[in-house]
């Protein structure tokens, strides 16, 4: 079993920004991919950022250039720093936990089938 408990959520102002935390704990063994997903009302949950134990990447189309997404493997911590928010980036934001390594040729989106483990969210509001 893996816990993911998520802080850094707010409301910010478009154009601000906001560094969200995911503290993993328990067999992180089986965590081979760690990675972001929002859910915004009324629409399906999405991924936003991924990184897997080799340190590959993915970011979604809508965020690459002003989310970074990183971890600390001391810390057992991942980390989404998102810049130039914009009111479309408004959403519940999870931090998730599956077994496979991920290809930089696909969307971090496919990626929602393959996660083992979810955070319980922290809310992001970005007004204009």
């Known amino acids: 079993q893996v816990q993911l408990v998520e802080s850094g959520g707010g409301s910010v102002q478009a154009g601000g920004s906001l560094r969200l935390s995911c503290i993993v704990s328990g067999s992180t063994d089986s965590s081979r991919f760690m990675a972001w ?3 915004a009302p ?3 949950r999405e ?3 991924g990184i897997d134990s080799d340190e590959i990447t993915l970011y979604s189309s809508s965020v690459k250039g002003r989310f970074t997404i990183s971890r600390d493997n001391a810390k057992n911590i991942l980390y989404l720093q998102m810049n130039s928010l914009k009111p479309e980036d408004t959403a519940m934001y999870y931090c998730a936990a ?3 390594s991920l290809d930089p040729r696909n969307d971090i989106s496919l990626y929602i089938t393959d996660v083992a483990f979810w955070g319980q969210g922290t809310q992001v509001t970005v007004s204009s």
Request: hydrophobic share 35%; no cysteine; glycine share 24%.
């Open 37 to 39: 997903f929002r859910h």
């Open 42 to 44: 009324g629409l399906e």
């Open 47 to 49: 991924g936003v950022a």
């Open 98 to 100: 599956g077994d496979s």
